[in-house]
């Protein structure tokens, strides 16, 4: 490897945006290179002078220590946080919105479980352990906790979070903790127990289960990363960006240029990694490129004054039997300031996916229109006429942890090894939130900083 390190990143979103601000940090020269015309990837937030919204991720859990303490690097004040309410979550089922249960009692009570698994949940802690590593969360669930937990808690979640299907999604990829449990405790009962007896260091009370964002959008946040990186650090708008292997190290071309680097991180998303790393193909590791990806749709809906139902919670999730046209709505203006004036709404509604793909080739006026029935059905509204109505179609969008990750992540460590100096992430693996990604970030950066030269 070249003497000196010098990094080279492809990817400007919040992984590679991470990656670099803790290089810099620990003076490493870096260059982050990325095809788009704006730094921070699908994290973008938008303003008119009424409101604020996302077009992209809206919010994040602080569910990793390194989310915090990127916070608390470039600026505490930058961080804010949702108010408790973010912990009422609405479920649609027959005709109405329920809160998800929070406490034993409203467990028992909630009409969204059969009475069979609300017993069943006593039995959880002696069901036995799965066989099967590799099985889906339908499976798992089914298992663990039963069908109406399934339909009604778990799918909803998993259209929430992936745009995906429990049918397709691998607890051991997608939800490790969730799988953790069970592997080391035999059952999520007494392994959520025996955790929350276990002592935490100050860095593990970090990782909280807090709703965040930036103030003023989230594009605040990727604004004080580049500014802290320095522009001079980032090129945009590249045509494209190929990696070839040299002696000692790694030769990049962006448009007319080459430049050599001792390493080379790469932040994009899989599906996107053939197009710089060719040179894995010709060494047999194709399955690194092979991912699923689901499509989304994100309507911003804005409104100067409310009058539907309260919006006393995060959003509304619609579980797949329920056969609704949207796969739910985020009371943002709830969570966070600004968004929205005193008195009004901001919503990120959220369609397609798994579910439908075809809903990203409708017209905005047929989208609108199935929006608006949505909305008035299931938020009360009788007038619908928001004074904002955004929609982005991101295509291929959210990656799902699914059948294709054992093999793609033995592909990335089979490439690291062959290749010193070369460092696949992205959110291709080890998670799609926002947490997830800092942490990446973070400990890619940190790698490079610890080798000896
Ligand atoms: C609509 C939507 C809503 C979401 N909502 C949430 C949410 O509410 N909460 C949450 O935690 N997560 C959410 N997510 C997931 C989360 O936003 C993403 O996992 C995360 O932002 C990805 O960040 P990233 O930097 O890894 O990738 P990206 O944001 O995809 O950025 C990658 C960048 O790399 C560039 N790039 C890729 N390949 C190449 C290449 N070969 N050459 C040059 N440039 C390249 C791309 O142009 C892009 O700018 C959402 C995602 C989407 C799409």
């Known amino acids: 490897m ?9 990817g400007a979103g919040i992984t590679g945006l991470t990656t670099g601000y803790y290089l810099k940090r620990n003076n490493i020269p870096f260059r982050i290179f990325d095809t788009a015309s704006l730094p921070g990837g699908v ?15 809206s919010t994040g859990t602080l569910g990793k220590p390194e989310a915090m303490e990127l916070f608390e690097d470039l600026d505490l004040s930058l961080l804010e946080t949702a108010p408790s309410l973010a912990g009422n979550r609405y479920i649609w089922k027959g005709k109405k919105l329920h809160a998800l249960p929070s406490s034993p009692i409203s467990g028992l009570t909630t009409p969204l479980f059969s009475w069979k698994d609300k ?37 909803p979640f998993v259209s929430g979070v992936y745009a995906g299907s429990p049918d397709t999604i691998i607890p051991k990829y997608a ?23 276990e002592p935490k260091t100050p860095r593990d009370k970090k990782a909280t289960k807090k709703v965040f964002s930036a103030k003023g959008g989230f594009s605040c946040l990727i604004e004080k990363l580049t500014q802290e990186i320095g522009m001079e650090n980032i090129s945009l708008g590249l045509e494209k960006c190929k990696v070839r292997l040299d002696e000692n190290g790694y030769i990049v071309s ?8 001792s390493h080379v991180v790469f932040c994009g998303s899989a599906r996107r990694l053939e197009e710089s790393f060719s040179f894995l193909a010709e060494e047999g590791l194709q399955d690194a490129f092979q991912i699923t990806y689901t499509s989304v749709m994100e309507v911003a809906v804005g409104f100067k004054n409310w009058k539907g139902r309260p919006l006393d919670g995060f959003g509304a999730l619609m579980p797949s039997k329920e056969k609704r046209k949207i796969l739910g709505i985020l009371f943002l203006s709830s969570l966070f300031s600004g968004r929205a004036p005193k008195g009004g709404a901001m919503l990120s509604v959220f369609m397609g996916g798994i579910r439908h793909p075809e809903y990203l080739k409708l017209s905005d006026a047929e989208v609108f229109e199935m929006v608006k029935k949505e909305i008035q059905e299931t938020l009360c509204v009788t007038d619908f006429s928001p004074e904002l109505f955004e929609i982005t179609r991101h295509e291929m969008a959210i990656p799902q942890y699914d059948k294709t990750t054992p093999a793609r992540m033995a592909a990335f460590a089979k490439a690291e090894s062959m ?13 799609i939130g926002m947490a997830d990604r800092i942490r990446q970030g973070k400990e890619m950066a940190l790698r490079i900083v610890g080798e000896n030269s």
């Open 254 to 261: 962006a448009n007319e240029l080459e430049n050599k680097f």
């Open 43 to 57: 994290m973008q937030s938008k303003k008119n002078e009424t409101f604020v919204w996302e077009t992209g991720p």
């Open 119 to 155: 017993f069943g949940i006593l039995f959880e802690p002696i069901r036995p352990k799965g066989k099967d590593p590799e099985e889906t969360l339908t499976s798992f669930v089914k298992r663990r906790l039963g069908t109406s937990i399934l339909e009604y808690a778990v799918d």
């Open 419 to 431: 290749h010193p100096g070369l460092i696949l992430g992205g959110n291709g693996i080890g998670g």
């Open 175 to 197: 939800l490790p903790k969730l799988y953790a449990l069970e592997e080391n405790y035999g059952s999520f009962i007494r392994g959520s127990i025996k955790k929350m007896k």
């Open 2 to 10: 070249m003497s000196e390190k010098c990094v080279a990143i492809i």
